[in-house]
């Protein structure tokens, strides 16, 4: 699994972005969706005291083991104002989840996520 996602994230580096509005900040909802769950080994930075160790090799956030839970490092309200407690030690995957895609477009899994907490699908730009 981690492979396959390694992957996935190699394919979204060099994403031109600039000019596109990043809502993260005023979102959350991904954070308060997705398992993130992580290789240890690519991810020391990450305080132990917010993850979960499930084998030798891979972790998971605290508060993201059940689908659609609210990762422990997450500040304030989704879709209002939200910040990462833990923004310069975040692991890898949330560093690399892109709001937008190589084509320009949305990523679909952003949507996804927005759309289960109620907040408009699209991020107008």
């Known amino acids: 699994m981690l492979t ?23 979102c959350g909802a991904c954070c308060y969706y997705f398992k993130v769950q992580f290789d240890k080994k690519y991810n020391p930075q990450v305080p132990w005291q917010k ?12 508060g ?6 609210r990762c422990k490092s997450l ?13 310069n030690s975040r692991p890898d995957v949330c560093e690399s989840f892109p709001v937008w895609l ?12 927005r759309k289960h907490h109620g907040l408009k699908p699209e991020i107008l730009e």
Request: charged share 30%; glycine share 6%.
């Open 4 to 26: 396959k996602l390694k992957y996935i994230l190699k394919s979204f580096k060099n994403v031109d972005i600039s000019n596109k509005p990043i809502p993260c900040m005023s």
């Open 51 to 62: 993850i979960k160790v499930i084998s030798h090799s891979e972790a998971i956030m605290l």
């Open 64 to 69: 993201t083991e059940e689908d659609k839970g």
């Open 75 to 87: 500040d304030g309200v989704v879709g209002e104002n939200c910040r990462c407690n833990i923004y």
């Open 102 to 113: 190589r084509d320009g477009s949305q990523n679909p899994k952003c949507i996804e996520a």
